[in-house]
């Protein structure tokens, strides 16, 4: 795996965890009462993205780590996930 291919692999992953992060403990304005002038009631009252940003951060390093040694290890290959040349 080159360095590119590490550090696309861990946009990838990063991407993936914070949309799956960002939903979680979610209270809307209109859950709270307080809605702003201007807004709608489902938007967030407080997103705590810095946090949201921290925790998967965290997540991807290990998901991360662990992609990048079964794939430097060897023990998948892409062979071993290619179906069409298996067909022949």
Known sequence: MSITGAIVMFAIIWF????I???VRFQSQGDV???VPGT???APAD???KRKAKITTLITVVLWAI???????????????DWFHRLD
């Open 21 to 23: 992060v960002l939903p």
């Open 67 to 81: 992609f990048a040694a079964i794939i430097l290890s060897g023990v998948i290959t892409i062979r071993d996930i």
């Open 47 to 49: 997103a705590q993205i």
């Open 40 to 42: 709608h009631s489902s």
């Open 33 to 35: 009462g307080v809605i």
């Open 16 to 19: 993936m965890v914070f949309f």
